[in-house]
T-cell receptor, first 113, second 115 residues
């Protein structure tokens, strides 16, 4: 059965800290891995990683896909209170429907001032 | 930036009643989806829709559920006879045709409470 596991489930840090969130997956015919940020409602897209794009960076956030280890990390440097959210990892496989994402449980990040 | 919009934001209904959740996907997107998230649990795939038909549906998406694109802009999820366990946040999402480079964009969700 396809699955996505995120760790840690929750994390409390102080402003300015650097955090690393982990995502591992077991999926047949891997297509892509996506990171989303969920604050109050909608998951907001952060990164999409595929075989042709295994490293992405946007400002203080960056993500790497390790296809050999079947995992990905999301790094946030110089954290701010506005980074407090649930970070969701999701994986999509070939063969199924477009957009059938398998989500992990998420990592709840709390950034204290 | 264009966004997926969902209405209503919160819907309360009695068990056994029918509800229709509405979504307006991003205008140039061609794939549409419904996901749900029961409180405290994972986001789960329900159904995908392309070219006016269902592409795939999960085991959750049984005969009480249906989807429709009644016009050029709306995408709806109907739950025919709601049950207590249907209480959840329902997210609509859409994506562009170029799936290898186009992630899913989610709406703010409709919180459905079945009493």
């Amino acid at each position: 059965e396809d699955k996505v596991v995120q760790s840690p489930l929750s994390l409390v840090v102080h402003e300015g800290d650097t955090v690393t969130l982990n995502c591992s997956y077991e999926v047949t015919n891997f297509r892509s891995l996506l990171w989303y940020k969920q604050e109050k409602k909608a998951p907001t897209f952060l990164f999409m990683l595929t075989s042709s794009g295994i490293e992405k960076k946007s400002g203080r956030l960056s993500s790497i896909l390790d296809k050999k280890e079947l995992s990905s990390i999301l790094n946030i440097t110089a954290t701010q209170t506005g980074d407090s959210a649930i970070y969701l990892c999701a994986v999509e496989a070939y063969g199924g429907s477009q957009g059938n994402l398998i989500f992990g449980k998420g990592t709840k990040l709390s950034v204290k001032p | 930036e264009p966004e997926v919009t969902q209405t209503p934001s919160h819907q309360v209904t009695q068990m056994g009643q029918e509800v229709i959740l509405r979504c307006v996907p991003i205008s140039n997107h061609l794939y549409f989806y419904w996901y749900r998230q029961i409180l405290g649990q994972k986001v789960e795939f329900l159904v995908s829709f392309y070219n006016n038909e269902i592409s795939e549906k999960s085991e959750i998406f049984d005969d009480q559920f249906s989807v429709e694109r009644p016009d050029g802009s709306n995408f709806t999820l109907k739950i025919r006879s709601t049950k207590l366990e249907d209480s959840a946040m329902y997210f609509c999402a859409s994506s562009h045709l170029d799936r290898d480079n186009s992630p899913l964009h989610f709406g703010n969700g409709t919180r459905l409470t079945v009493t």
